[in-house]
């Protein structure tokens, strides 16, 4: 099995990657035969091509036929008088190659692909197995990925949050503007609907939710505490404060 890192654009929408696999291939001087070029395998004479041989022992009940694998071929039947230099007759040698792997769109972490005959080739030139290709995602320095559906935080100052505003995001799809309504909370969110990752299975994308953070000032100077202290809904109000989806937190990467 073989690693294959990508990054999250890579996961959303697909691509092809070239990867250096290392395996056991067929011989292409002996075609996977064994036998150095101009000479052929031979029936095994010790085992006359059967593979096995057999002994007669006598024991107290009486004659016992055991059979077992022919030593002088390994039970193959045929031996290689002249075995071939390239792969000293095992009909096969190590090559590195280079594949190409469609991944599909909406693959994630731990996805497996198959390519099918393109793993190690068995001794004597068998037939060759599968690899399987493992998907490990980078992770993505703004959004986190939960599923199909991304997450990123986006930081407002308190009088933006108040007013309104509207935030440049840098998306999968290129630059979004979002617009972030008069009166939204610390913890809102909104959805960008299909701006996530393709389904692997099905149709369609998942969401990016970009989450809200209102920032509270930390230091005011003495013009904007007068204007504060001047807001008359500034005084302290006890009971529940809105919709406080904190749920949802850890994707403030960015
Ligand atoms: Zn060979
Ligand atoms: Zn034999």
């Known amino acids: 099995m073989i690693r294959l890192e990508i990054s999250l654009d890579e996961a959303a929408f697909g691509t092809t990657k070239d990867i250096q696999v290392d395996t056991a291939v067929v011989c292409t001087t002996c075609s996977g035969e064994g036998a150095a070029p ?4 031979q029936t095994c004479d010790m085992c006359r091509g059967r593979g096995e041989v057999s002994q007669v022992t006598r024991s107290f009940l009486g004659q016992v036929m055991t059979s077992r694998p022919c030593p002088q071929c390994q039970g193959f039947g045929t031996v290689v008088p002249t075995p071939c230099p390239e792969c000293a007759g095992d009909g096969r040698v190590r090559s590195r190659r280079t594949l190409t792997v469609k991944i599909p769109a909406g693959v994630d972490n731990g996805t497996r692909i198959q390519l099918a005959g393109e793993g190690e080739v068995g001794p004597g030139g ?3 197995g599968d690899l399987y290709v493992e998907i490990h995602e980078t992770p993505h320095e703004t959004f986190q990925r939960r599923g199909d ?8 100052p308190m009088t933006a949050g108040a007013l309104g505003t509207k935030v440049l995001l840098q998306t999968l799809d290129g630059v979004e503007e979002v617009d972030i309504r008069p009166g939204t909370q610390s913890g809102q969110s909104i959805p960008l609907h299909g701006r996530g990752v393709t389904h692997l299975r099905g149709n369609g994308r998942g969401d990016l939710i970009v989450h809200v953070e209102v920032q509270t000032p930390g230091k005011l100077d003495a013009e904007q505490e007068r204007l504060l202290r001047s807001w008359p809904s500034c005084a302290a109000r006890s009971g529940p404060r809105g919709s406080s989806s904190r749920g949802s937190r850890g994707c403030s990467r960015g």
Do not use: K
């Open 126 to 128: 068998g037939p060759a």
């Open 38 to 41: 101009g000479t052929s395998a």
């Open 149 to 156: 559906d991304l997450h990123c935080t986006v930081t407002i």
